[in-house]
C-alpha cells in the first residue's frame, strides 16, 4: 500500500478529554478525508464533552453522537491502533508521562488555551471555544498540507512543532 491509500491514526490529547482534543479529533475527522481517522482521550477524562464544545461542533453540522471523554490507556492497550501521530492540545498533558504508545508515533504539542477554564457569561465562554475551535482548525489545516508521503522523519517532527507554535494569523494573534 503506497502513502496516497494509507490510513493514518492520530490520536489528540489533554488532561480532561472534554472540549479541546475533543474538538480536534471532530475537525480531523470531517477534514482528514479517510486519510486520517481521529481520536481523543485524556490523562484525567472527565467522562463527559462540554456541552458548549458540542454546541460549537454541531452549529458546523458535525455528527456529535460518537463523541465521548475517555482514558487515554485505551490507546496504550493491546489490540489499540497503532498510532502515527499523538498531538497534545494542553500544557498539562504535554508535561505529563504518557503511556507508550503502539506504533511508535510522531508526537507534537499544540496548545491552545482551554475554554472550559473560561469564566463569565455564555457568550464570553462561547468567544473562547469558538476560539478553540479556530485555532485547531488552523493547525490541523497546516498539518494536512504536510507532504507526508515524501517528507523524512526528522523533518516532518520540526514541521510538526512548528505548526504547534502557529496562531490563528487571521486574528493578528502571537
Same mark, same amino acid.
Request: net charge positive.
Given at each position: 500500500m503506497n502513502?496516497?491509500?494509507? =490510513?493514518? $491514526?492520530v490520536l489528540f490529547l489533554c488532561t480532561g478529554n472534554s472540549a479541546r482534543s475533543i474538538l480536534a479529533e471532530a475537525i480531523l475527522g470531517r477534514v482528514g478525508?479517510? $486519510?486520517?481517522r481521529a481520536y481523543s482521550a485524556g490523562s484525567f477524562p472527565k467522562g463527559r464533552v462540554h456541552p458548549m464544545a458540542? &454546541?460549537? #461542533?454541531?452549529? +458546523?453540522?458535525?455528527? =456529535? &453522537?460518537?463523541?465521548?471523554? @475517555?482514558s487515554w490507556d485505551e490507546f496504550a492497550k493491546p489490540g489499540a491502533p497503532p498510532l502515527d501521530f499523538v498531538f497534545t492540545v494542553c500544557d498539562n498533558a504535554a508535561g505529563e508521562v504518557c503511556p507508550t504508545w503502539p506504533g511508535q508515533p510522531m508526537t507534537a504539542h499544540w496548545g491552545i488555551a482551554d475554554p472550559a477554564a473560561v469564566e463569565g457569561p455564555p457568550e464570553i465562554q462561547r468567544r473562547a471555544f469558538e476560539r478553540a475551535y479556530q485555532e485547531l482548525a488552523r493547525r490541523i489545516e497546516?498539518? %494536512?498540507? %504536510?507532504? %507526508?508521503?515524501?517528507? &523524512? +522523519?526528522?523533518s %516532518? @517532527?520540526?514541521? #510538526? &512543532?512548528?505548526?504547534?507554535? =502557529?496562531a490563528d494569523r487571521e486574528d493578528g494573534r502571537r
Open positions: 502513502a496516497r491509500e494509507r =490510513t493514518y $491514526q478525508h479517510g $486519510q486520517f458540542l &454546541d460549537v #461542533l454541531r452549529a +458546523r453540522r458535525y455528527e =456529535t &453522537d460518537g463523541l465521548r471523554s @475517555k497546516l498539518f %494536512l498540507a %504536510l507532504p %507526508l508521503s515524501s517528507i &523524512d +522523519r526528522m %516532518l @517532527k520540526h514541521r #510538526l &512543532d512548528e505548526i504547534g507554535k =502557529t
